[in-house]
């Protein structure tokens, strides 16, 4: 039973990873045309959800959203928040 709530795990980050690469990249895009953009709150949200990766990788690919602070500290307080819960959640699984 493990083994298969890991695999689904594996298929979720690359899948929600993707999905944060892409906004990003998508919004670049729609930033460069002047279409409607995707929000702010919508970019943390994908990075929330485990894509934090992909948001830093696309961010750094696609040089968006690189020179805005606030959003540059939200977005690492999102990683920080999810190493200190992978730290935490290993300890305890550790440590009971």
Do not use: C
């Not at 968006?64 to 990683?79: D, I, Q, W």
């Amino acid at each position: 039973m493990t083994a298969i709530w890991l695999e689904w795990f594996v298929y979720y980050f690359i899948a929600i990873n993707f999905v944060a690469f892409a906004a990003f990249g998508l919004d670049k895009t729609f930033a460069e045309s002047g279409a409607r953009r995707i929000s702010e709150s919508r970019l943390l949200g994908w990075a929330a959800l485990g894509g934090t990766p992909g948001a830093y990788a696309g961010r750094h690919l696609f040089r968006h959203k690189t020179r805005k602070v606030s959003f540059s500290e939200r977005l690492h307080a999102v990683a920080i928040l999810q190493v200190l819960l992978i730290v935490g959640g290993y300890a305890y699984i550790q440590f009971g």
